[in-house]
């Protein structure tokens, strides 16, 4: 059964209002649709939140799609978890559907940011075919480009303290104590991704998948290669520029 919209008699003056406010910015923005990609570790979870904010588009990460279309029980979200129920991959045609499903919701009016999709060329080509039945094609590919060694360096540094999230780095962001929680004096973890050894078969994988699809948009002429090795304020300014030309 699909969710009901809320009662808008039930919504506050405030919530209203600031809603107002946001489409009426958002009125006069571009259009954009665009696909992020990058390795663990490159900054898009950080960037992603302030492209979305800054142009007004929805965020579509597929993982959440699916979860989100299967607890839902849409048509596709059955589908998808028949498959997941046989311990099968999601087709690539079942994914782009969910895509399509979520592209034409109010809050992705002005476009979208994917992100994890797509992994493949195939995929690529799948998604390319859905856009442009919609009359509308992907307008940049941001590649988060950042050395293997410097993501060496951000992830293997990073540790945890688990019941606040609160997270440091050896390097960048020390504890006043190392190994130890500022606040709490608790000993910080390690998550188990962030291990050289996880990290070199993540990125192994991550080249050898999305190499070919950065190559096949960049024929179409709309990758932006980024210098995600830079600090966090130097990468969204060159994102801005790259998405006001």
Partial sequence: MAATAPNLEDVTSVDLLSELLRRFKCSSKPDKRLILIG?????????????????CLCHLATGD????????????????????????????DLV????????????????????????????????????????????????????????????????????????????FAPPKVPGTDDVTGEPLIQRKDDTAAVLKSRLEAFHKQTEPVINYYAKKNVVANLHAEKPP?????????????
């Fill in 233 to 245: 304020k130097e990468v969204s300014a060159e994102v801005e520029k790259v998405l006001s030309s």
């Fill in 39 to 55: 390795p663990p570790g490159s900054g898009k979870g950080t960037q992603s939140p302030l492209i979305k904010e800054e142009y």
């Fill in 65 to 92: 799609m699916l979860r989100a279309a299967v607890a839902a029980k849409t048509p596709l979200g059955v589908k998808a978890k028949e498959a997941m129920d046989k311990g099968e991959l999601v087709s690539d």
């Fill in 96 to 171: 782009v559907g969910i895509i399509d499903e979520a592209v034409k919701k109010p809050s992705c009016q002005k476009g979208f940011i994917l992100d994890g999709f797509p992994r493949t060329v195939v995929q690529a080509q799948k998604l390319d075919e859905m856009l442009q039945k919609q009359g509308v094609k992907i307008d940049k590919v941001l590649n988060f480009a950042v050395d293997d060694a410097i993501l060496e360096e951000r992830i293997t540094g990073r540790w945890m303290h688990p019941s606040s999230g609160r997270s440091y780095h050896t390097k």
